[in-house]
């Protein structure tokens, strides 16, 4: 049977149309891009909230470890840091920006005041510097109402940390600012003296 050129082109034509062999890797080149997309995203969502909590208990620690002191140094407080770098861990500690600080709360003037304040910063080697703080006596703060009780300290610590995705495609590649702060009373005393005297004798909690 004779079969023309034109009608040896249409059978073609409609062998290919009928062909489904391809479909399957148009379908998979298509999707695979959105799921690594999506499968990442997710990723790096999960470790930016695991470093938010990381964050939320290395301002607790902080807080917590200077109330139950009846005073500190910057050795101390630079100890208090370590433990902050063992939260943080596997996440980088040099990005950790954090303070602590002991305020009080004027009966006179019901106006907070700081009372001491040191900075602790953590470089790439895990060494710990304890310098000045942003918080310089004797400035003012605010305290939250409940908190604020004549008469009476309060030790107040406040964390940063800039976390940076490793993708950066769904997140922010220069890093999403996550923060948090705690205030503690004092356990042991009714403040916490900074800094701990060379004579060892504790004197009168200040009141300036």
Not at 105 to 110: C, K, L, Q
Request: charged share 15%; aromatic share 8%.
């Amino acid at each position: 049977m004779m079969v023309s050129p034109m009608h040896k082109i249409a059978l073609r034509a409609r062998a290919l149309l009928d062909d489904c062999r391809g479909i399957v890797a148009v379908e998979f080149a298509v999707i695979v891009p959105v799921m690594l997309v999506m499968y990442f995203g997710m990723e790096e969502f999960a470790s930016a909230v695991a470093v938010n909590r990381k964050v939320t208990i290395v301002a607790r620690t902080l807080s917590d470890l200077t109330s139950q002191s009846p005073s500190v140094q910057d050795a101390d407080l630079a100890n208090f840091a370590q433990t902050a770098k063992a939260i943080l861990t596997p996440y980088d500690p040099s990005i950790l920006k954090s303070s602590v600080t002991e305020i009080y709360i004027d009966p006179t003037t019901h106006v907070a005041r700081v009372q001491w304040s040191r900075a602790l910063t953590i470089d790439t080697a895990g060494n710990v510097t304890v310098g000045v703080s942003a918080h310089i006596p004797p400035q003012t703060v605010v305290v939250p109402p409940d908190l604020k009780i004549d008469g009476t300290y309060l030790i107040f610590s406040e964390v940063t940390y800039n976390y940076k995705p490793v993708i950066g495609y769904v997140m922010a590649k220069t890093g999403v600012p996550l923060s948090d702060f705690t205030y503690t009373r004092p356990r042991q005393t009714a403040c916490v003296i900074y800094p701990t005297p060379s004579s060892g004798a504790l004197p009168n909690c200040p009141q300036l």
